[in-house]
């Protein structure tokens, strides 16, 4: 089984993209193009969209896999495929989860949730939405999304 690489992950905006420094591992999530960056070494590269599966069997079932990133959706587990399957996130990492479409009424922490090209967290204590993005966040209840 193929070991995890340590991962930081920023969410953030197109334009502040020039402002972050590249550095390896990193993980950048663009909220307004949905495109994703993977730094590598001193290098980073752009991916513009994520491959959705239904289920585990049908992501073992890909022959031939591109090289890029696998959502199966039963598990909410993102994989990576450069030459082995790696497993990114799942359930042992509930942080890392992505859920695309519309917000439950109550949300989960340690959720990200991706809604009209906007990602959302929630907080339990203040009993709200927070919309991702640059250095700050923005509160957003439920009900205004």
Known sequence: MAVKPSMHFIATTSNKLPYI?????QLIFCSDTRAIYLDVND??????????????????????????YYYVMSTNTL???FGEWIQMTGQEEPNIIFIDGDLP?????DVIYVKNDKMYRWNGEMDSYYRLGGNDWENYSNQSI
């Open 105 to 109: 009424y109550i949300g989960i922490e």
């Open 79 to 81: 994989w990576s495929y």
């Open 43 to 68: 290098e980073r590269t752009p991916y513009q969209s994520i491959l959705n599966v239904a289920d585990e069997e049908a992501r073992l079932a890909i022959e031939s896999p591109f090289e890029g």
């Open 21 to 25: 420094e590249v550095k390896a591992g």
